[in-house]
């Protein structure tokens, strides 16, 4: 299994001290009680006031600014305290690094408030998923067999939460991503996966003769027509609907590009060389199809990589049961079994996607 050089150096060997070991064997225990005491401390404004705050705050100050008893405030410090979010020094708290990252780093907030909202619940039946290769934990929201079946009707909180999760990691590559697609004479364009058409609008605004089509649930597809309405260039927007879990969905023919982001995370392996088996007998032989994830091999910084591996228990527990975020080598041996050939891989888009440009073989 190859990886790129942090993650080999950290994979590799061991990194702690037999101490600095066992502690992290308690913070693994505690999880659940660190992540709920860590959101409550941005939530109640209490790391806000410390940042605020240079030469600290003493615990009837931050009581008193967070509106809640002293008790309360500080079984969160003291809590905060030996996860190290806060430091106490001469009677009084101060924010520390990781507190500040954890109240400033917008990808600490976006997955914290995804892990809360959509994962949390869930999780608790992780084991059931694992052993049943279904996503026992999406019954806290309904009885769908998929999240994806269900996105439109989740609680309102939890939706607005899993699009910001969604769009946060692939909207910062879109830029690079469109240099890469209209690098090549592009007419016709296949969004498979299209989800809300925000990659859509993108190619529109970018080429103004580009016809797109997003191939997606038709649940999914009447989101994407009320999220691209009145938008410049939404005429050009096509819908046309598939369940691709059913092996008997054909893709259309006749386009020169297809655009698959995000959208094989979705899937187990099996699935995913089937899904494309189906794409490359639609392909011509000038046809691209562009397969851009967030591999966690590739990751310049092992941070990145922790943060997918743990994404990949998301999809176990509540969105289908048996895919994940993929190491490259899995991929491309999809790609291979199904008569595909990756002829040029992009790296280091946005947040840490790559792109695979492949061809039929």
């Not at 649940?219 to 999220?227: D, H, I, K, P």
């Amino acid at each position: 299994m190859n990886l790129f050089p942090d993650l080999a150096q950290r994979y590799s060997q061991e990194q702690l001290s037999a101490g600095a070991a066992q502690r992290l064997a308690q913070e693994i225990a505690f999880g659940p009680v660190a992540f709920q005491v860590s959101r409550l401390m941005v939530k109640t404004g209490i790391l806000e006031h410390l940042h605020h705050s240079p030469g600290g705050a003493e615990l009837g100050e931050i009581a008193e600014t967070a509106g809640l008893s002293r008790y309360a405030a500080q079984v969160l410090l003291e809590s905060s305290l030996s996860i190290g979010t806060v430091l106490f020094q001469n009677g009084r708290y101060t924010i520390s690094k990781a507190g500040w990252f954890l109240l400033k780093d917008k990808t600490a907030r976006i997955n914290m408030d995804f892990v809360q909202e959509v994962c949390y619940q869930g999780l608790f039946d992780l084991e059931a998923a694992l052993l049943n290769g279904k996503p026992e934990g999406l019954k806290v929201f309904g009885g769908w067999t998929t999240i994806y079946e269900g996105l439109s009707q989740l609680p309102e909180n939890a939706r607005r939460k899993w699009l910001a999760f969604d769009h946060y990691y692939s909207d910062s590559s879109f830029a690079q991503a469109l240099d890469i697609v209209f690098s090549r004479p592009v007419k016709k364009l296949l969004d498979v996966g299209g989800n809300t058409g925000r990659w859509a609008l993108q190619c529109v605004a970018r080429n103004c003769s580009v016809e797109v089509t997003v191939m997606d649930l038709p649940q999914q597809l009447n989101l994407m027509r009320e999220a691209v309405k009145g938008h410049p260039g939404a005429e050009r927007i096509h819908g046309h609907h598939a369940d691709l879990l059913d092996d008997n969905v054909l893709f259309p023919q006749g386009f020169d590009a297809v655009w698959m982001s995000q959208f094989l995370d979705c899937f187990s392996e099996t699935q995913v060389t089937g899904i494309l088996k189906r794409a490359a007998a639609a392909m011509g032989t000038g046809t691209d199809l562009y397969i851009m994830e967030p591999f966690w091999d590739r990751q310049q910084y092992e941070t990145a990589a922790y943060c997918l591996t743990q994404t990949s228990l998301y999809f176990t527990a509540m969105a289908n049961g048996n895919s994940k975020i993929y190491h490259s080598e899995d991929m491309i041996r999809c790609v291979t079994d199904a008569g595909l050939a990756v002829v040029e891989i992009f790296d280091g888009l946005g947040l840490g996607h790559s792109i695979l440009r492949c061809r039929r073989a």
